[in-house]
T-cell receptor, first 114, second 114 residues
Framework: NAGVMQNPRHLVRRRGQEARLRCSPV?????VYWYRQLPEEGLKFMVY????????ESGMPKERFSAEFPKEGPSILRIQQVVRGDSAAYFC????????????FGPGTRLTVT | AQTVTQSQPEMSVQEAETVTLSCTYD???????LFWYKQPPSRQMILVIR??????QNATENRFSVNFQKAAKSFSLKISDSQLGDTAMYFC???????????FGTGTLLAVQP
């Protein structure tokens, strides 16, 4: 009974490269949330997706960041042309539906931009 | 806007003693949920306890209990019989509104001393 899976666990990118972070939700969950944790800070909401739909992207930076959750396959958080300030831990969470309030978190992806 | 405030950046407690972590919040929602998450050095987010705002009874989970004061918008976490494994960062979080996004506080770093 797998929980939320995220890969890679650690990702190192040079400035200007692209970062792709993957999240496979709990089996049967169709709602995914991405959060970012900057060093020494709490988690900040980025985006909420349902399969093939973006429900709320109010926490996403306006440029370089995008997210998707296709009908098949994992959810992807994509960061283009990474900068040092993107270095953070990125957490994915999933829930069964919109009514279920409990979100199950993955182990996170630690992105380091050199 | 919804906010969560944790005013204790760090706390320390002796093993087997009791400690209380503070959290206050603000929301205009009538229906909302409150959570305490634990983040050990592994950085995995672990749900400790949750409280539905419409329930007057304080939630308890083994050694963990909350003091939920709805009128004061306060949601403190009490850890009884503290154990070394309780050493972690603790985040208070609020979920309310249509888009299910969690709002986190800045965290309290708890150190349990032997």
């Amino acid at each position: 009974n797998a929980g939320v899976m995220q890969n890679p666990r650690h990702l190192v990118r040079r400035r200007g490269q692209e970062a792709r972070l993957r999240c496979s939700p709990v089996k049967g969950h169709s709602h995914v949330y991405w959060y970012r944790q900057l060093p020494e800070e709490g988690l900040k909401f980025m985006v909420y997706l349902q399969k093939e739909n973006i429900i709320d992207e109010s926490g996403m930076p306006k440029e370089r960041f995008s997210a998707e959750f296709p009908k098949e396959g994992p959810s992807i958080l994509r960061i283009q042309q990474v900068v040092r300030g993107d270095s953070a831990a990125y957490f994915c969470a999933s829930s069964r539906d919109r009514i279920t309030y409990e979100q199950y978190f993955g182990p996170g992806t630690r992105l380091t931009v050199t | 806007a919804q906010t969560v405030t944790q005013s204790q950046p760090e706390m320390s407690v002796q093993e087997a003693e009791t400690v209380t972590l503070s959290c206050t919040y603000d929301t205009s929602e009538n229906n909302y949920y409150l959570f305490w998450y634990k983040q050990p050095p592994s950085r995995q987010m672990i749900l400790v306890i949750r409280q539905e705002a419409y329930k007057q009874q304080n939630a308890t989970e083994n050694r963990f209990s909350v003091n939920f004061q709805k009128a004061a918008k306060s949601f403190s976490l009490k850890i009884s019989d503290s154990q070394l494994g309780d050493t972690a960062m603790y985040f208070c979080a609020l979920l309310g509104g249509a888009t299910n996004k969690l709002i986190f506080g800045t965290g309290t770093l708890l150190a349990v001393q032997p």
